[in-house]
Nanobody
């Protein structure tokens, strides 16, 4: 059974930084692309960033490009989301997810992902 456990969320002022981590277990981490999604109150869950199994390819939603960086450490079975220049509109619950099939390039649709973490709250105050 796959488990994804996020950590690193919290309260930060606008312009600040946070680094989210997602520790994975249960299947060969280095074979799967990973993604980060977020859900703000009253809104649907949306794609934030994704990274290929090797880390060679990344994808970002436009609103976080140049501010967020996704990375992974396959030796630690962990994916990260470094968030800088945070804005109040980044406030959301952030989820990591693992893609359904091995060695598929990063995808933006949540339907491409079959395992999800429990989420970590990020709150950005103005």
């Amino acid at each position: 059974q796959v488990q994804l456990v996020e950590s690193g969320g919290g309260l930060v002022q606008a312009g600040g930084s946070l680094r989210l981590s997602c520790a994975a277990s249960g299947r060969t981490f280095s074979s799967y692309s990973m993604g980060w999604f977020r859900q703000a109150p009253g809104k649907e869950r949306e794609f934030v960033a994704a990274i290929s199994w090797s880390g060679a390819y990344t994808s970002y939603t436009d609103s976080v490009k140049d501010r967020f960086t996704i990375s992974r450490d396959n030796a630690k079975n962990t994916v990260y989301l470094q968030m800088t220049s945070l804005k109040p509109e980044d406030t959301a619950v952030y989820y990591c997810a693992q893609q359904r099939y091995i060695k598929i390039l990063p995808r933006r649709s949540e339907y491409e992902y079959d395992y999800w973490g429990q989420g970590t709250q990020v709150t950005v105050s103005s």
